[in-house]
Structure formats: C-alpha cells, structure tokens
C-alpha cells in the first residue's frame, strides 16, 4: 500500500516568492493534515480536513498561507510571499479518523516532509 | 492552555542500557496519548496509541504505559537502531506533539 506521498522533497526559494506543497494521503483515508516542524521541535498542526472541509485552521496564518483540498483527496499548501520566518519541513499526514474500523487506532501516517528553505 | 511536555530532551545511551521517556501535560490530565518515532529527513513513524490510565503496550525493545498524568516510553536493551527522536501527543483536539527526545544509542 503506497503511503503519504509528498512533493517537493526540497524547495528553496527567495523571500517574497510563492511556494506551493502538494499531498497525496493514503487512499481512503478522509481526514488529512498539514503540520509545519522546526528544527528540533515537534511537529505543529497548521489544519485539517474532514473530506474536503477544513474543520480546524485556527493556526494557519491566513494572511499568507492557504490550503485546498479539492475532492477530498490531494491537497496544496501555499504560501505567498514567503518569509525568511517559513524555512521549515512541511509535514503531510493522513487518517482514517476515530472509528474506521476494528484495526483502526486513530493513528496520523506521516509523508516524508518538504524542507522548505527561504533566501 | 495545555502543554505537552517531553523529557528528558535528549538522552545518549550505551547499547543495551535501558531507559525511559517521559511525556505529560502541564494542565488537565492524559485522556490516551500517541507515540511516535521519527528518523532524521523523515516524517513521523507511529508506534503505539494508549487509549486509558494503566494500559500499557509493547513493540519490540520499547514499552508505552499510561497513567492519569504521564506516559513513560521504556526502552529496554536498546540497540544503535532506536536512535530516534520520540514524539507524543494526545490523540484529539490540535493533536499537539510534544518537542521530543532525542535518543542516541552507541555501541
């Protein structure tokens, strides 16, 4: 089963410039969620979607990131302008949500990230 | 507003010195916490979910139990292979990990 697939891997752009992330959840899984991490700290939910819906975007900074997540599968992330402040990994996870199933405990499963750096 | 705290924040260990990991929240109490693994340039991988106080859960080398206030993340035996840093978060509301530790196992 293919996993959470996220590109770029890499994106290094100049301050003020435009950046766009794309996400792939896990087929089927309707709840997804962009976090941003900073070197050495824990990962920080940005928002979430339930299908196409974005339930909880209380910490988007909406002045300049925005997010969509057309048909309730793949999803975008973007900033513009981006500031030096963005450099960070921008993390793409996926769940099935409470309830899925028998097997399912709730669990995010994570894309690999894309390290964003601004010049 | 609540906290996750993780601790220690980082840990060095001789292979096969067995540790633990401690994550709490700083207001209300524990109501199920998720574990996660993560490997430098990769993105979290999940390890255990604990639903209540007193469950605890095994894979492997590591050990996750539960109580009302904290989670312990017991590594026994370690190998250089669970060099990591480990992450929790409960499992609802912002689903806000927790800075990690970060633990390097030597041979």
């Known amino acids: 089963e293919a996993g959470v697939v996220q590109s770029p891997r890499y994106k290094i752009i100049e301050k003020k410039q435009p950046v766009a992330f794309w996400c792939n959840p896990i087929?089927?899984?309707?709840?997804l969620y962009w976090y941003l991490q900073n070197l050495g700290q824990g990962p920080e939910l940005l928002i979430r979607y339930e299908n196409e819906e974005a339930v909880d975007d209380s910490q988007l900074p909406k002045d300049r990131f925005s997010a969509e997540r057309l048909k309730g599968v793949d999803s975008t992330l973007k900033i513009q302008p981006a500031e030096l402040g963005d450099s960070a990994v921008y993390l793409c996870a996926s769940s099935l949500g409470w309830g899925g199933g028998p097997a399912n405990t709730g669990e995010l499963f994570f894309g690999e990230g894309s390290r964003l750096t601004v010049l | 507003e609540d906290q996750v705290t993780q601790s220690p924040e980082a840990l060095r260990l001789q292979e096969g010195e067995s540790s633990s990991l401690n994550c709490s929240y700083t207001v209300s109490g524990l109501r199920g916490l998720f574990w996660y693994r993560q490997d430098p340039g990769k993105g979290p991988e999940f390890l255990f979910t604990?639903?209540?106080a007193g469950e605890e859960k095994e894979k492997e080398r590591l050990k996750a139990t539960l109580t009302k206030k904290e989670s312990f993340l017991h590594i026994t035996a370690p190998k250089p292979e669970d060099s990591a840093t480990y992450l929790c978060a409960p499992p609802w509301g912002k689903l806000q990990f927790g800075a990690g530790t970060q633990v390097v196992v030597t041979p």
């Open positions: 087929s089927g899984h309707n709840t």
């Open positions: 604990l639903y209540s």
